[in-house]
Nanobody
Framework: VQLQASGGGLVQAGGSLRLTCLAS????????MAWYRQSPGNQREWVGG???????NYADSVKGRFTISRDNAKNVLSLQMNNLKPEDTAVYYC?????????WGQGTQVTVSS
């Protein structure tokens, strides 16, 4: 399984970005997927996740602003980020879990200016 995250960039506070994670290999519809982020000097933190059945959960810090979705036909996981804040600045990673194995994408940088 390979994961390729994209869509990061520089945005002003209050703006929006949409990240995507393209998966190849395996059966994407069976994957449990998640987004994580890591800012300098901090540990990687969970942003939110989506089960294979489509149920989503979010960290309190992003609830109401971020939305995770998946397109099983296109093998794509998305993260719609609205009302971005400077504290959302981080490298964002997607993660797949399947049959007990864990896979990570390469990360995409999101920078939110104040």
């Amino acid at each position: 399984v390979q994961l390729q995250a994209s869509g990061g960039g520089l945005v002003q506070a209050g703006g929006s970005l949409r990240l995507t994670c393209l998966a190849s290999g395996g059966v994407f519809s069976s994957f449990t997927m998640a987004w994580y982020r890591q800012s300098p000097g901090n540990q990687r933190e969970w942003v939110g996740g989506m089960s294979s059945s489509g149920g989503a959960n979010y960290a309190d810090s992003v609830k109401g602003r971020f939305t995770i979705s998946r397109d099983n036909a296109k093998n794509v996981l998305s993260l719609q980020m609205n009302n971005l804040k400077p504290e959302d600045t981080a490298v964002y990673y997607c993660k797949a879990v399947t049959r007990g194995d864990i896979y990570w994408g390469q990360g995409t940088q999101v920078t939110v200016s104040s």
